[in-house]
Every structure is written in C-alpha cells, then in structure tokens.
C-alpha cells in the first residue's frame, strides 16, 4: 500500500534560519504530492503540491521538488520566519484515488 | 476560506457512551473525510464519503460510523466511546476533478 514517511522532529530553528523537512514515499503508481500544514489550534491547509516527476511546488516562501529517483518530496525554506511555526505534512494521492495518505508530521517551532 | 464548520468543537464523554460529530459545508462539494489525528500518526482515515448516503471505510474504521444524508452534512459516530478514541477529529472536503482537500477546524474529543 502507500505510505508516508518524514523526519521526525521536533525541529527547532533560529530566525533567518534554513528549513528542510524530508519525504520520502512509497507507492505503487505515480501519486501525487503535497504538503500541508497546521498552524496551531488550527485545521490543516495545502501549501504546495507536485502532481508529477520533477515538478516543484512552491508557496510562501517553500518549495519541495518531486523526485521520482529518490521517491521524495522534501520541503524547504531558505530564510524561516517565527510565523513559519506550525506542524508540516507531507502526503499523497495515487491515481485518480481522492483519498491522502500521511506521514506523521513534523512540527517546527522558530525563535526570534 | 472554505466553508467547513464542525460540532462540538470539545467534548468530554465517559467510556461507553455514544459520541455523534458533524461537519457540515457550504461549498456544495461532493467528498467529505473523517480523519483522527493522534501524536507520531499524523492524519488517519477513519471513513469518507463521495455523494449523499454513498459513504467507505478507511484505514481506522473499526468503533465507527457515519452518515451522509444531505450533501452539506458528514455525521460521525462513536456507538461506544472507548478511550481509545480520544483524539483531535478532522473533517475535510473536496470537490470533483480538484484533489486539494479542505478542512475543518477540528474537534477535540475526550473520553474519560
């Protein structure tokens, strides 16, 4: 079946500082992308998405690229803000399914 | 913002008693998701629905159940709360031929 993992976290950075949050999948067709995320005491959101190989996805400031080769979907940020604090999803749809898979999620706390 | 509100927001509830959660929308959108949301398994699938009283399981189903009599309302049910079950409940919705899904604010659920 399909599957979602991440890194574990939690991960904590400086302002001005560089985030990454690896993917990494496992499915049996080409799936679909994503990430979302949660900003605290709130319902998750789409920040991105990638629908096929070697697409990027970028929003706000991050970008993850889809890499069939690797079967990953890491997320980045050149310069966190404090207000990048939230916990980040990565997930995936396969084929015409609409269902999404999830991993764990990650949760980012930035200091000033 | 994508119309989506759930009720109750909070809930407390003893072990053995029956537990219903709404969600409900405004976007007239045909597939709606119940996920449980729990610390290191990030988003589960509980069940879904892809038009009124059409309704499938999803990976966490067991204990569950669901309605869909109208298009703008998702039911879930706990026929007997176990403390298992508590959790933070995420409705979500999508709507044909865009897999990006929307979601509810949330509903904490606590079974004593």
């Known amino acids: 079946g399909n599957s979602v993992t991440q890194m574990e976290g939690p991960v904590t950075l400086s302002e001005e500082a560089f985030l990454t949050i690896n993917c990494t999948y496992t499915a049996t067709g080409y799936p679909s992308l994503f990430w979302y995320v949660q900003y605290p005491g709130e319902g998750l959101q789409l920040l991105l998405k990638?629908?096929?190989?070697?697409d990027k996805g970028s929003n706000k400031g991050f970008e993850a690229t889809y890499r069939k080769e690797t079967t990953s979907f890491h997320l980045e940020k050149g310069s966190v803000q404090v207000s990048d604090s939230a916990v980040y999803f990565c997930?995936?749809?396969?084929?015409?399914?609409?269902?999404?898979?999830f991993g764990a999620g990650t949760t980012v706390t930035v200091r000033a | 913002d994508a119309g989506i509100t759930q009720s109750p927001r909070h809930k407390v509830t003893e072990t053995g008693t029956p537990v219903t959660l709404r969600c409900h929308q405004t976007e007239n959108h045909r597939y709606m998701y119940w996920y449980r949301q729990d610390p290191g398994h990030g988003l589960r699938l509980i069940h879904y629905s892809y038009g009124v009283k059409d309704t499938d399981k999803g990976e966490v189903s067991d204990g569950y159940s669901v309605s869909r009599s109208k298009t703008e309302d998702f039911l879930l049910t706990l026929e007997s709360a176990t403390s298992s079950q508590t959790s933070v409940y995420f409705c979500a919705i999508s709507g044909t031929g865009s897999y990006e899904q929307y979601f509810g604010p949330g509903t904490r659920l606590t079974v004593t």
């Open positions: 990638a629908t096929k190989a070697d």
């Open positions: 997930a995936l749809r396969e084929g015409n399914d609409y269902k999404l898979s």
